[in-house]
């Protein structure tokens, strides 16, 4: 008798592009399981563990995740390439910390715990006591101590990952309290707030990377996707209502923006929140979501199994890769419990 994957035939489809995204980043490995020297960089590496890992390569994924940490990882927890976060600045000016996130996360699923307190403790030192929420960037870095919704969800996430629920919890209380703030959904909804709580609009950044209109075009959803998977995570632990309802708000801005919102890579996490909301409730709204998500990333894989877009560095190309077919494999493995959890 073959037992089969509890995945559907479409989900196969998925697997298999993450497959061939990892094959992608293989081939450009050399000796040591480094990147060739044009792109040995933090920004290029640093999802690629947790990536590995879901896919099942995880000898691999250790070893990459070695290169990290001998390459890029300060004394002091936080993964920095010398001076600079990275030589894409969009790290050091809105990942700063959020960059951090992902090896530690990694680490965790490696049973590398040496690394991941380490990580958590830079996290903590970048934490905002009045708001529950995590600095953008280093500390200093901005003297309006702005912190974003990525970032906060982002260092929730790694806090959950590694069993600290109450700083996650915490993290989830600020993300609750932006959400409030801007109740209807506000147009445009702002991503960041400053030392105080109070949403910030005016900042040296593009538009689009402070705040979302509602019937922009090209807008950064996955700031409300990262926070709307991190709280459906969250509750999944705690079992706190509040939570689950945060994730449902968060959605419910993305789906306020219409199916633009589900346009190209960048509906990936909106399509990853969607596949966790659908594992809680059930609701048939959230698989379509996930589906259509999934299938926008797919039908955007470069036959080579990357993700290239005109205008990015090969660093951000390298970051994409890892990001999606680890999404992809989160879809799987959300739908897939989804019914597990019933049977």
């Not at 896919?55 to 070695?66: F, M, W």
């Not at 909804?189 to 040296?204: P, Q, S, V």
């Amino acid at each position: 008798m073959v037992t089969q994957l509890p995945f559907d035939a479409a989900a196969q489809v998925w697997l298999r592009a993450a497959g061939r995204g990892v094959t992608w980043f293989e081939t450009r490995l050399e000796a040591g399981c480094r990147l060739p020297a044009s792109h040995h960089d933090l920004g290029s590496y640093y999802k690629w563990p947790l990536a590995l890992a879901a896919c099942g390569r995880t000898e691999l994924a250790r070893q990459v995740l070695d290169v990290i940490v001998d390459d890029f990882m300060t004394v002091d927890g936080d993964f920095r390439n010398g001076d600079e976060k990275s030589g894409d600045p969009i790290y050091g000016l809105i990942a700063d910390t959020y960059t951090n996130t992902w090896p530690i996360i990694a680490a965790r699923v490696l049973e590398r715990s040496d690394v991941a307190e380490a990580g958590l403790e830079c996290l903590r030192r970048r934490h905002a006591p009045l708001t529950g929420g995590y600095l953008t960037g280093s500390p200093g870095q901005h003297a309006d101590g702005r912190q974003d919704i990525v970032t906060i969800a982002g260092c929730g996430n790694a806090f959950l990952a590694c069993g600290h629920s109450r700083e996650a919890s915490d993290a989830g209380v600020c993300l609750l309290n932006i959400l409030a703030a801007q109740e209807g959904p506000a147009d445009p909804f702002c991503f960041y707030i400053d030392r105080d709580g109070k949403t910030l609009e005016e900042m040296n950044l593009p538009d689009r990377l402070i705040r979302l209109h509602l019937d922009g075009v090209d807008q950064a959803y996955v700031y409300l996707g990262m926070a709307a998977i991190f709280l459906a995570r969250l509750y999944m632990v705690v079992e706190e209502r509040r939570f689950l309802d945060g994730a449902r708000g968060y959605f419910a801005v993305n789906r306020a923006c219409g199916e633009r919102a589900l346009r190209g890579t960048g509906c990936c996490k909106t399509g990853w929140a969607a596949a966790a909301l659908f594992r809680i409730t059930g609701e048939r709204e959230y698989l379509g979501v996930a589906r259509q998500a999934a299938e926008e990333i797919v039908a955007a894989q470069r036959p080579e199994g990357d993700w290239a877009e005109v205008g990015r560095s090969d660093i951000l190309e390298c970051d994409a890769a890892g990001e999606l077919c680890y999404h992809l494999c989160q879809y799987c493995l959300e739908l897939a419990s989804y019914r597990a959890d019933r049977n």
